[in-house]
């Protein structure tokens, strides 16, 4: 249909210059229904799986600080080294078959933990080469699925509304999973609570093999491109733009500090405090009720207080939260009062953060850049996070867990003063482009 019929394509009139229609609710897109529902599904299995691949190393093999941040460190570096390869590939290909692949080879690596446990072949330097792997093939899924998005969301005025309800899910299931996972390995095993996990993957793959939208090939390039120009051609972009920059250092030091606060909480609270694992997956349960109710109204939240100042005080929140770990003490109740509190902070600030970080980086970026922004941001965040991991854990050796909480605590709440500087605070609406941006 021309451009000069002055008619939308549900065929409506419209006035030459006058605004577009709303785009439709997304609960009338069938492909993104399912979508959605085959990730939340993986998603619950990933929170139980969090809880229980570390305490399958604290209670199976009685890690120390050091040994747990290596765990967790090798989870998550395969975001820094592969994140960027990984997205130029999935540039040059459709994503919908690496995350169906993706999900299997994670489906097959989880259920290897609980049949390699029960046949007592588990050894603490394979549960080490397993979470490699899970952490590897879940950074081609996630460099696929932030690109695949605006594939089934063709209308960038509903990313907004994507994304909440995708966090929605993500906030759900910290709610639940925790709590789950408690309850299963004080039931059975650690080990034995990663079949869950398993199970979660494979109702994934079958969600995804449902989706029927046609997602297309990338567009022929013209030229042959070398990896190295294409890597340098998506750093670029990220490193270039100062909404991405600023977005993804904040994130990156966001990811070091609650990495590092984690890994050592798990340790201080089963060793010093003495708290079970049904104990622990309550607190983590609880405090995800925060990201649930922070994806809820982080729509009303942009509406009422603008892109910026939303951003600001959601990630403000987020670095707050650590301090009240060192600091909680007293009777059992005010203990665990306080750890609940800490986490709810952090999930609450996240739930409404990301879903403005995620549009706004959808929004902005052109769909052929889309994998390698999201690798490099994939980068930032995660390799922040591989590192907090092992320096907490060298932390925590030199000073003692308690000490090691406390100077992550107060390094944390530093980073107000940089997000405070952030341009993304100066954002007043989403833009739906590069050239919606403020110069």
Known sequence: MSEDSGRTESGTATAKGAEPPPPRSLWHNRDFMVFWVGEGLSLYGTQIANLALPLTAVLVFQVGPEELGLLRFAQLVPFLALALVFGVWVDRVRKRPVMLWANVVRMVLIGLVPLLYYAELLTLPMLYALAFGVGTA?????????????VLVKDRRSLLEANTKLNATLSSADVAGPGIAGT??????????MAANAFSYALSVISLLLVRAPEPDPPPRTEKRRLRAE?????RWVFGNRWLRAIGLVGCSCNFFLTMVQSLFLL???????????????????????????????????????????YRVSVSIIFLGPLLIPAAGGPSWLLVGLFVASFFLEYFGSSISNVIIVSLRQSITPQPLMGRMTAAMRMLLYGGGALGGPVGGVLAGVLGLHAALWVAGVLSAAMLVPIILSPVGKLRTMPTGPEELPA
């Open 138 to 150: 879940a950074v081609l899924f996630d460099v696929s699925w932030m690109s695949y998005v605006p």
């Open 184 to 193: 299963l390995v004080t039931a059975f095993s650690a080990p034995a609570a």
């Open 231 to 235: 890597l340098a051609e998506g750093l």
């Open 268 to 310: 201080y609270a089963v060793r010093d405090k003495e708290l079970s694992a049904a104990t622990i997956g309550f607190v983590m349960g609880a405090a995800a009720v925060g990201g649930l109710l922070g994806a809820l109204i982080s729509g009303m939240v942009v509406r009422r207080l603008s892109v910026g100042t939303a």
